[in-house]
C-alpha cells in the first residue's frame, strides 16, 4: 500500500477515537511521518544511540563528527568501527559508555546478532525487541526506533518515551502524563495505527 494513504487510513481511524483526538489531528493536519526504509539496523541503532538523552542539534553534531572520520563512507561499516583508534571516536563527543555499546552493536553485527535489513524484515516486533536487547546499552525504545523509521512497522508505540506520554496528557488535559505501563493500557484501543498516534503524540 502507498505510505500515504496508510496514514490517512490511519488518520481516520484515529480521528473517530474521541474528540480530543479528532481536534488534535485536525490542529497538526496530515501525518508527515518520514520513515528512513534504505538504512541498515546496524546503521539505525548507532544513530539511535547517538542521539540518545540528547537535544537532536547535539545529535546531529556527533554523528556528523563521526560522518566526517570515514568521508568515503555514506556510513562507517562495522570492521571500520571497531579498526577505528578509540581516541579519534571519543573526539566525536561520544561519552565512555556511549563507545562501548556502539562498538558492541558493531561486534554484534559482524556476529550475525543484529540482522541485516533483509533479515530483520522476516522478524516480528517481539522477536527484535527480544533479540537486540541482549545488547549492552541498547534498550526497548532504541528497537523501538528502527522498527518505526528503518523497518516502517505501523503498529508501534514506544510507552517508555516522554515525549509520547506528554503529548498524550497534553492531548486529554491531564494533571500528570501516564506512567508507561498505564500508556500500554491505554494505547490498545488504537493498534494497528500505534505508530501514526506516536507521530500525532510526538507533536502535542
Known amino acids: 500500500m502507498d505510505p ?3 496514514f490517512a487510513d490511519a488518520t481516520r481511524f484515529l ?3 474521541d474528540p480530543d483526538w479528532a481536534r488534535h489531528i485536525a490542529t497538526i493536519g496530515p501525518c508527515l511521518h518520514q520513515p528512513t526504509p534504505a538504512r541498515e539496523p546496524f546503521e539505525a541503532l548507532v544513530r539511535a544511540i547517538a542521539y540518545q538523552q540528547l537535544h537532536p542539534r547535539a545529535g546531529d553534531a556527533i554523528l556528523g563528527r563521526l560522518l566526517a572520520l570515514f568521508p568515503a563512507e555514506a556510513f562507517p561499516t562495522p570492521a571500520q568501527l571497531l579498526a577505528s583508534d578509540l581516541e579519534r571516536l571519543r573526539t566525536c563527543g561520544f561519552s565512555a559508555n556511549k563507545l562501548a555499546t556502539i562498538l558492541g552493536i558493531a561486534q554484534a553485527r559482524l556476529d550475525g546478532v543484529v540482522p541485516s535489513r533483509e533479515e530483520a524484515l ?3 516486533d517481539g522477536a527484535l525487541i527480544e533479540r ?3 545488547l549492552r546499552g ?3 525504545w532504541t528497537v523501538e526506533m528502527l522498527l518505526i523509521y528503518s523497518l516502517e512497522r505501523g ?3 514506544p510507552i517508555d518515551d516522554f515525549g509520547v506520554r506528554a503529548g498524550y496528557r497534553r492531548l486529554k488535559g491531564l494533571d500528570k502524563a501516564p506512567t508507561p505501563a498505564q500508556m500500554r493500557a491505554l494505547a490498545a484501543v488504537w493498534s494497528p495505527h500505534r505508530t501514526v498516534a506516536s507521530w500525532y503524540l510526538w507533536r502535542a
Open 155 to 157: 503498529d508501534v508505540l
Open 15 to 17: 480521528s473517530g477515537l
Open 4 to 6: 500515504s494513504q496508510s
Open 138 to 140: 541498547v534498550g526497548r
Open 132 to 134: 537486540l536487547v541482549s
Open 122 to 124: 522476516d522478524l516480528s
